[in-house]
């Protein structure tokens, strides 16, 4: 069983919108901060945002505030990012990550997803 599934990448106009979600498995979800990173081709995995275990803090990359919302459903031990007004330079693989604590550093998370593709054409 695969801890962490990611879903809801794809291709998408400029000024769009998309919502990812991360399934969890394995451990008790509602227990853990949960975190959203991405990779763009040629550049180092960076993050996005982050979410503690009950939802009562989010933490967010200066570069998507004010257009992506990290939220989750503990009941449904899923982790969301929505999107909007996407910019061609979103297009990158995103990973959902599961940490202890609300953090940028990849580090903190020790179990990581598979990715999925997000691609905004301009």
């Known amino acids: 069983q695969v801890p962490l599934v990611e879903s809801g990448g794809g291709l998408v106009q400029a000024g769009g919108s998309l919502r990812l979600s991360c399934a969890a498995s394995?451990?008790?979800?509602?227990?853990?901060?949960m975190g959203w990173f991405r990779q763009a081709p040629g550049k180092e995995r960076e993050f996005v945002a982050a979410i503690s275990w009950n939802g009562g803090t989010t933490y967010y990359a200066d570069f998507v505030k004010g257009r992506f919302t990290i939220s989750r459903d503990n009941a449904k031990n899923t982790v969301y990012l929505q999107m909007n007004s996407l910019k061609s330079e979103d297009t990158a693989v995103y990973y959902c990550?599961?940490?202890?604590?609300?953090?940028?550093?990849?580090?903190?998370?020790?179990?990581w997803g598979q990715g999925t593709q997000v691609t905004v054409s301009s």
């Open positions: 990550a599961q940490g202890t604590v609300v953090s940028g550093s990849p580090r903190l998370y020790d179990v």
């Open positions: 394995g451990r008790t979800f509602s227990s853990y901060a």
